[in-house]
């Protein structure tokens, strides 16, 4: 609006320049360079305004004002130019997320829980505990177990466990030989076959709890004769159960939060807190003496086989 109020004042003042009069009916010479001067100054302004006009129509203040004030000047009707500066215009995102459904990948696979096949070596069997307590005291004195196995209504004492039915008999021979009333007992359950239906991604960690346990055995039956018949040290000792407790932690860890309907998870889960607790007190045993340490390697081992042993009795019950 403004634009135009200058450009009345400016044809006005051209006006003001003309030499014609009504009286005398012509224009005087100096009317005339007045009409030259007055049609170039108007002929600038229009220039000017041209450009001007251009400048705003390319820019989005041109927008604005083409729409708002010279539209409404040349278009027909009363509509009243709006007062507001442009706004941008953006794009329109949806913000609600789409609903995704949730698709969990199971999978199914077939695994076997390796049978156990032990034969320890028996000292004795009782009907209470206190009287089971003076042999277990001698044995574990002599660097041997002294592990107390409750069999139903009896306890039965193990000395130490070897993994062939031979090596068991020779050591049984020995003990006989100097004094022992020594007998074997097998530790014995069948493979049990598993049929496994968890996340696929999990799948890798089951079995390896699945395999992991019964390999601990072979471990700790290895660490038990080499402890004894190559005199390693208590330092070397307490190494091995850490090197042991570390990895059964991480099984343990990688087993938490798996879900599996057959109850599997669970028993192996009751297994390794055990295994931990067994292997936890022998790196926390404070002693200098060698022999005590091999009876205490020993204990561990007897433990983590009969740990076993019920891990297999709860999941073939489960089957």
């Known amino acids: 609006?403004?634009?135009?109020?200058r450009r009345k004042r400016r044809t006005g003042m051209s006006t003001g320049y003309s030499g014609y009069t009504r009286r005398s009916g012509y224009r005087s010479s100096r009317g005339s360079n007045a009409d030259a001067y007055g049609l170039g100054s108007a002929l600038l302004i229009l220039l000017l305004t041209a450009g001007l006009i251009y400048i705003?129509?390319?820019t989005s203040v041109g927008t604005w004002i083409a729409k708002n004030v010279f539209s409404p000047l040349f278009s027909k009707g009363d509509t009243e130019?709006?007062?507001?500066?442009?706004?941008?215009?953006?794009?329109?995102?949806n913000l609600i997320p789409s609903e995704t459904p949730y698709f969990t990948d199971k999978s199914t696979e077939s695994m076997t829980l390796s049978g156990l096949d032990m034969y320890a070596l028996q000292?004795?069997?009782?009907?209470?505990?206190?009287y089971a307590q003076g042999m277990i005291s001698t044995l574990k004195s002599l660097g041997a177990a002294g592990y107390e196995?409750?069999?139903?209504?009896?306890?039965?004492?193990?000395?130490?466990?070897?993994?062939?039915?031979?090596?068991?008999?020779?050591?049984?021979a020995r003990l006989n030989d100097q004094g022992y009333e020594c007998t074997i007992y097998n530790l014995r359950a069948d493979a049990v076959e598993l049929t496994v239906t968890a996340d696929a991604e999990k799948m890798e960690s089951i079995r390896t709890a699945i395999n992991f346990a019964h390999s601990l055995i072979d471990d700790i039956n290895e660490e038990v004769i080499g402890f004894d018949s190559e005199e390693r040290s208590i330092d070397y000792g307490k190494a091995i159960g850490n090197e042991m407790l570390a990895n059964v932690k991480s099984i343990r860890g990688a087993l938490s939060g798996i879900t599996e309907e057959s109850g599997l998870i669970s028993a192996l889960d009751d297994y390794y807190m055990e295994v931990t607790g067994a292997?936890?007190?022998?790196?926390?045993?404070?002693?200098?003496?060698?022999?005590e340490m091999s009876g205490k390697l020993k204990y561990l081992q007897c433990q983590i086989i009969t740990q076993y042993l019920a891990l297999m009795q709860s999941i073939g019950y489960n089957e």
């Open 1 to 5: 609006m403004e634009y135009r109020r």
């Open 56 to 58: 705003l129509f390319a």
């Open 81 to 93: 130019p709006s007062t507001s500066l442009p706004t941008a215009e953006l794009p329109t995102a």
């Open 123 to 130: 000292m004795g069997v009782y009907s209470s505990i206190e």
């Open 149 to 172: 196995y409750f069999d139903g209504q009896n306890i039965r004492v193990f000395a130490s466990a070897y993994n062939t039915e031979a090596a068991a008999k020779s050591v049984s």
């Open 279 to 291: 292997i936890t007190t022998f790196v926390s045993a404070d002693t200098d003496n060698r022999v």
